[in-house]
């Protein structure tokens, strides 16, 4: 079975500092991963995935991430925070397959200081 | 055009009581997910229907909970006999056909059980 494990609940960081958002997954076929951001007050919306092709993603406001099967990690990186970024983080994985349901990680809620 | 669109936005009601939630998807997505968002935790799937396949329902936690797609458009997620646990935050999203990983959500229906 697969699943995600985002491994802080929270991030604080300081502006114009880099933003490491850590994602793990397990996952019995290649799987696809993605991460989702909720801004405050607004809709979930998608800021990057990953679909087998280039391990590593680029997505929208500058983030984005590694694939590393040898680590079944997909961590969220931004070189330099912005008070813009303050929002929940989700993980998520889908195996290849039949199977369309999205597996959510529980969040990460970056904080970003002035 | 228009996003996935919700109502109400809020909903307050008493134990007991039957509740019906609505999701307007983007015209033309065949997909459609319903998912629940408890504080505190991520998003946990409930319900996907898929243009006239039968639905996947296995996310739904228990009988009190159905939901129906009319015309492979507007779908109505009811909850029977509420219970305080399914207080939280019920969201809605579509996707297009063949592109099930990129999902657009709603704003979500905020469900409180007093």
């Known amino acids: 079975a697969q699943s995600v494990t985002q491994l802080d609940s929270h991030v604080s960081v300081s502006e114009g500092t880099p933003v490491l958002l850590r994602c793990n997954y397990s996952?019995?076929?290649?799987?696809?991963l993605f991460w989702y951001v909720q801004h405050p007050n607004k809709g979930l919306q998608l800021l990057l995935k990953y679909t087998s092709a280039a391990t590593l993603v680029k997505g929208i406001n500058g983030f984005e991430a590694e694939f590393k099967k040898s680590e079944t990690s997909f961590h969220l990186t931004k070189p330099s925070a912005h008070m813009s970024d303050a929002a929940e983080y989700f993980c998520?994985?889908?195996?290849?397959?039949?199977?369309?349901?999205?597996?959510w990680g529980l969040g990460t809620s970056l904080a970003v200081n002035p | 055009g228009a996003g996935v669109s919700q109502s109400p936005s809020n909903k307050v009601t008493e134990k007991g009581k039957d509740v019906e939630l609505r999701c307007d998807p983007i015209?033309?997505?065949?997909?459609l997910y319903w998912y629940r968002q408890s504080l505190g935790q991520g998003l946990e799937f409930l319900i996907y229907?898929?243009?006239?396949?039968?639905?996947?329902k296995s996310g739904l936690p228990s009988d009190r909970f159905s939901a129906e797609r009319t015309g492979g458009s507007v779908s109505t997620l009811t909850i029977q006999r509420t219970q305080q646990e399914d207080s939280a935050v019920y969201l809605c999203a579509s996707s297009r056909r063949g592109s099930t990983d990129t999902q657009y959500f709603g704003p979500g229906t905020r469900l409180t059980v007093l």
């Open positions: 015209s033309g997505h065949t997909a």
């Open positions: 998520v994985v889908r195996n290849a397959g039949n199977n369309r349901k999205l597996i």
């Open positions: 996952s019995s076929y290649s799987p696809s």
């Open positions: 229907f898929q243009g006239n396949s039968a639905p996947d």
